[in-house]
């Protein structure tokens, strides 16, 4: 696998991205000249200490946020200066998001929430054009992971692992090319962890689902294809390969 992902143009590249915050008067750097690449169907994880740049990082790659420094590419081409409905745009049809919290609005059902995406990209006339259609589409992501029987409920009425398996499910319904998943365990016990964790590697291995995924816990972070490390806003060597230039990877 990771012989074949070599020879692989990247899909999605960070490129010397670095991030700055204001906190009072003083520039507080987040992350520091970092390049991140990963290719079509590839796993990879990304591991750090709180405050390491892990989330920024990944709202830079998913266009949630932008650099100060540096460029984010989609398949060669360079999308995070593009004007803002372009950007809205590609986060609702080629990005798909899952949230350490889940993020659920507590006063739909869970079908509801798992429709929204969708219901986002038609106006008002094509939503109620396409509402059977959505609505399948919903109903058939959350029959895959497990939770046709939780339709109706809202998410104060779902478990911590029902609740992450729905946002889940939301991040797909729209069929993303690129998976974002920011510690999808951390608030998960350990078995419901490793049930989430299971559901995300049959999803890659499937589906060919292209995931970028950050994590504190190396057993977690050990599952992806490969591991990159963030200390302090910049990357360094962790698991089996790492990336240091999206144009060069090499073996550890």
């Not at 869970?110 to 609505?135: A, D």
């Not at 060919?208 to 057993?219: E, K, P, R, S, W």
Request: net charge neutral; glycine share 8%.
């Amino acid at each position: 696998m990771a012989e074949i992902l070599k020879m692989t143009q990247p899909l999605i590249t960070a490129e010397a991205v670095s991030r700055s915050y204001l906190k009072g008067q003083h520039q507080v750097p987040v992350l520091r000249g970092v390049c991140l690449a990963a290719a079509r169907g590839e796993f990879v994880s990304v591991i750090g200490q709180s405050g390491s740049g892990k989330s920024t990082l990944l709202h830079i790659m998913g266009l949630l946020d932008s650099p100060d420094v540096g460029e984010v590419l989609l398949a060669g081409s360079r999308i995070d200066n593009l004007n803002r409905a372009a950007r809205d745009q590609l986060r609702n049809h080629v990005f798909g998001f899952i949230f350490q919290f889940y993020h659920l609005l507590p006063e739909l059902s869970l079908l509801e929430n798992v429709m929204t995406p969708l219901m986002i990209r038609h106006s008002i006339f094509g939503f109620l054009k396409r509402r059977r259609e959505i609505r399948d589409a919903a109903l058939s992501i959350l029959q895959q992971v497990g939770l046709e029987h939780r339709l109706k409920h809202r998410p104060s009425e779902l478990s911590g692992g029902e609740m992450q398996r729905g946002a889940i499910a939301r991040a797909l319904v729209g069929q993303p090319e690129i998976l974002l998943a920011d510690e999808p365990t951390g608030n998960l016990d350990a078995d419901t962890g490793a049930g989430i964790m299971e559901l995300l590697n049959r999803l890659n291995q499937d589906q060919g689902l292209t995931i970028i995924m950050v994590t504190h816990d190396n057993a977690i972070a050990s599952q992806a294809h490969r591991t990159v490390q963030l200390v302090q806003g910049r990357i360094q060597a962790a698991g089996r390969e790492i990336t240091t230039d999206p144009q060069q990877r090499r073996t550890a």
